[in-house]
């Protein structure tokens, strides 16, 4: 019994003919999935794989999970890529996930509207974001497949309609594995080197798996914080993308989408005529009322006889000067008569006029002596007169008896 071995060592020698298989490396399978179980702290998804006659157990570790565009639900036929490993505590066999699709259309609608909800309640369908197109722009970057229907009818239009654009031209995959991602990079490289005034991004009609592509959740990011206004254009009119909703604006087909970012050459025209009309009219207009104007003002008096207008300017100054002259004059003798009738009324309360008729003052040390009491026999007193002062002392004080 040489070749006894333990289920250890069993299990870890079929693990190695397993992963050294490379036909079971990088396998898509297809299948319904049952018994789903979302780790939410790890973030691992553990789940069956299943057809109507096998099932498989399946494991989608949190690295690659986060990056579903969907939540994986029970019943859902969906389409895998992984590698075939075994779990050797168990000695089963699984699949390990690293990309996961929806397979069919009900499964493509129901991813769809759930990253729908979840991008719209994170605000980035609101209307306040959205940026308007230019009017008149100068650079139009297109970011779409060089070798599809859309692109030529894109040149087509542009060309027909706005030759005075500059279009810079940024050729994508628009479908398949890689498509999301270039579409992504596409777009945030002409937000980072600002070579764009507006950006259409789309391609042409297809069916919900061929437009895919375009419902990336980082490609609506890229969308949302871009800086310069996106034009969506995928599909027909009928159909709808995630960057439909993002977008500033949506277009209904990639001709409608250059129709929206090029303003029509003829009509800029026609508005160009159409304001040369008006602006000549203006000019004539202003001219004429301009040259009946220098013609009335040749016309006028002071350029007729410029000799009359300082005449009258002489005259009127002259006028002004007598008028002031006068008045200066009448304020002048008014004030005169007023000043000598106050002057004589000041000379009637004269203290002067009253010594001149006989009366004198007595004064004490400067003091006027109003009273008899003032003074004293041997006091020094001086009495003003109407042509000098006397000095002398008191000899004698009497007083008048009252009553």
């Not at 027909?160 to 810079?168: A, F, N, Q, S, T």
């Not at 999301?180 to 991004?201: G, H, M």
């Not at 990336?216 to 996106?230: G, K």
């Amino acid at each position: 019994m040489n070749n006894v071995v333990t289920v250890s060592g069993l299990n870890l020698y079929v693990k190695m003919l397993l992963e050294s298989d490379r036909r079971l490396k990088n396998i898509w399978l297809k299948g319904e999935i049952s018994n789903l179980t979302n780790h939410y702290r790890s973030g691992h998804i553990y789940l069956t794989l299943k057809d109507e006659r096998s099932a498989v157990k399946a494991v989608m570790f949190a690295g690659h999970a986060a990056r579903l565009q969907f939540r994986p639900q029970n019943g859902m036929k969906v389409l895998v890529r992984g590698n075939i490993t075994l779990y050797e505590a168990t000695g089963s066999y699984q699949i390990s996930i690293e990309e996961m699709k929806p397979d069919g259309a009900g499964a493509l609608n129901l991813a769809f509207e759930q990253l729908k909800a979840r991008l719209q309640s994170e605000g980035l369908f609101d209307q306040a974001h959205k940026k308007p197109l230019p009017r008149y722009p100068r650079r139009i970057g297109v970011i779409t497949s060089p070798t599809g229907a859309a692109v030529q009818d894109i040149m087509r239009i542009l060309k027909r309609r706005y030759p005075l654009g500059e279009v810079i031209m940024c050729p994508v995959m628009v479908q398949g594995g890689n498509a999301a991602a270039e579409l992504t990079e596409a777009v945030r490289k002409f937000d980072r080197l600002a070579c764009a005034d507006v950006i259409i991004i789309g391609r042409g009609g297809g069916s919900a798996e061929d437009l895919w592509a375009f419902n990336d959740e980082a490609l609506a990011y890229a969308v949302y914080e871009c800086r310069i206004p996106v034009v969506s254009a995928v599909g027909h009119e009928t159909d709808f993308t995630i960057c439909d909703f993002v977008s500033d604006v949506r277009a209904s087909t990639p001709s409608a989408g250059a129709e929206l970012v090029s303003p029509d050459i003829d009509t800029l025209r026609a508005d160009v005529s159409f304001y040369d009309e008006r602006l000549r009219e203006a000019i004539q207009s202003r001219l004429l009322q301009e040259k009946t104007r220098l013609h009335r003002l040749q016309n006028t008096r002071v350029l007729r006889s410029p000799q009359d207008l300082t005449d009258y300017r002489k005259m009127k100054l002259q006028m002004l000067s007598n008028r002031l002259t006068a008045g200066f004059s009448q304020c002048c003798a008014k004030e005169q008569k007023r000043f000598t009738a106050v002057s004589a009324k000041l000379e009637i309360l004269s203290p002067l006029k009253v010594l001149a008729r006989g009366y004198a003052i007595a004064k004490k040390e400067e003091q006027i002596i109003c009273s008899v009491r003032q003074a004293k026999a041997g006091d020094s007193i001086t009495v003003v007169l109407q042509d000098g002062t006397l000095t002398g002392k008191v000899t004698e004080r009497n007083e008048n008896l009252r009553g």
